[in-house]
């Protein structure tokens, strides 16, 4: 059972490069997360999705760019990468059920210079 | 906005009991969470509580939620290296699937 799969694991970007960042679940949740994590700030909710075809801005979303053409995919977009956007990128997915709280990925590193 | 607020840092010696503590601001939670994340992973759900509960025990861990206060606690047993990691709180008020996290505390097991 993989869970929620991210990939890069690392990334090192050049100012003004574009990337995406992949995110996979196949335990069919229909709620899908990115959040971004800095060294004691927490996690800050980028954008979100409550399912396929349906999109929306967390706390965080500027510079950033979402889809959710299935149900399984959830990539996140950078178009013009600013050393703001170095950070640990987490992917996170949920069901219906509150009490089995949020399922993450293993977080995307990236790195902008 | 919904507000979580945790301490930073946290040290105990190995065998003794480590608290964690939280609050929140918004009272309509539904759900509290405790989530653990060791270096270079990512979180992983230990617990939760439902907010009508005002303890939870899961073996060495101990969750006391104060609604009063709005004051969220998570403690755990007979402390072990292996428990050295970053705890996050967390609570949903915009109901179970959106959920508010806290700044996490990072807790340091001195063997």
């Known amino acids: 059972n993989a869970g929620v799969t991210q990939t890069p694991k690392f990334r090192i970007l050049k100012i003004g490069q574009s990337m995406t960042l992949q995110c996979a679940q196949d335990?069919?949740?229909?709620?899908m997360y990115w959040y971004r994590q800095d060294p004691g700030m927490g996690l800050k909710l980028i954008y979100y999705s409550v399912g396929a075809g349906i999109t929306d801005k967390g706390e965080v979303p500027n510079g950033y760019n979402v889809s959710r053409s299935t149900t399984e995919d959830f990539p996140l977009r950078l178009e013009l990468a600013a050393p703001s956007q170095t950070s640990v990128y987490f992917c996170a997915s949920s069901g219906a059920a509150g009490e089995n709280g949020y399922t993450f990925g293993s977080g995307t590193r990236l790195t902008v210079v | 906005g919904e507000d979580v607020e945790q301490s930073l840092f946290l040290s105990v010696r190995e065998g003794d009991s480590s608290v964690i503590n939280c609050t929140y601001t918004d009272s309509s939670s539904t759900y509290l969470y405790w989530y653990k994340q060791e270096p270079g992973a990512g979180l992983q759900l230990l617990t939760y509580i439902f907010s009508n509960m005002d303890m939870k025990q899961d073996q060495r861990l101990t969750v006391l939620l104060n609604k009063k206060d709005k004051h969220l606690s998570l403690r755990i047993a007979d402390t072990q290296t292996g428990d050295s990691a970053i705890y996050f709180c967390a609570e949903s008020s915009g109901g179970a699937n959106n959920l508010f996290f806290g700044t996490g505390t990072r807790l340091t097991v001195i063997p």
């Open positions: 335990m069919n949740h229909n709620y």
